[in-house]
């Protein structure tokens, strides 16, 4: 739903690491259901691209006020509760027109970034969120227990879809109801 400004074999390129831990592990995996950010144009220049790659991809055309369905969103959660590159206090929040949006000067390095903004991701079939270790324990505890919406993650709501979040245990420790929370003495 982002992806950041480099290479893509560099091990901050979103793509990239689908790439090597899916698509090249799993040759019968549809390499056509992934869409890349060509990162070789400016992050300006790769959002308008890639807003083309996906209304083309959708079968609408250029200018098109449609918005497209994603089957499924897959999204993380960073330790700040962002999601995509949706950081908190940022303009993007509120965007409510575009729906692919450069980022010139992240938070979180690199600086330069391509998002998806909320109409797009919130027009999904599916948005699924995976949280991973014990360092995503307390942000997870924040949205689903605090049902903190202040942060960007609460944003994430599929007006026509499901919202489904998957995590490890260490990243569930803090959830009341968690089987394995519950397992232990």
Do not use: W
Not at 64 to 85: K, M, Q, R
Not at 113 to 129: S, W
Not at 171 to 184: F, H, V, Y
């Amino acid at each position: 739903c982002d992806e950041r400004i480099v290479p893509e074999n560099d091990k901050e390129s979103t793509y990239g690491v689908y790439k090597r831990d899916l698509l090249d592990n799993y040759p019968k995996f549809p390499k056509t259901a992934f869409y890349p950010v060509n990162c070789t144009l400016s992050a300006t220049d790769a959002a308008i691209d890639y807003e083309k790659t996906i209304r083309k991809a959708f079968g609408q055309k250029e200018g098109s006020t449609e918005i497209p369905s994603f089957d499924l969103l897959i999204l993380g959660i960073g330790p700040d509760g962002h999601t995509a590159s949706l950081f908190p206090g940022h303009p993007l929040l509120d965007e409510k027109t575009v729906l692919i949006a450069p980022i010139e000067n992240s938070p979180k390095p690199p600086p330069k970034r391509v998002t998806m903004t909320y109409p797009l991701i919130n027009n999904a079939k599916v948005c699924l969120f995976g949280a991973q270790g014990a360092g995503k324990a307390q942000i997870l505890k924040r949205i689903l227990v605090d049902n903190d919406q202040s942060l960007p993650v609460a944003r994430v709501n599929p007006t026509k879809g499901r919202l489904i979040f998957v995590a490890c245990d260490e990243a569930a420790s803090l959830i009341e109801g968690n089987p394995s929370r519950e397992a232990k003495p």
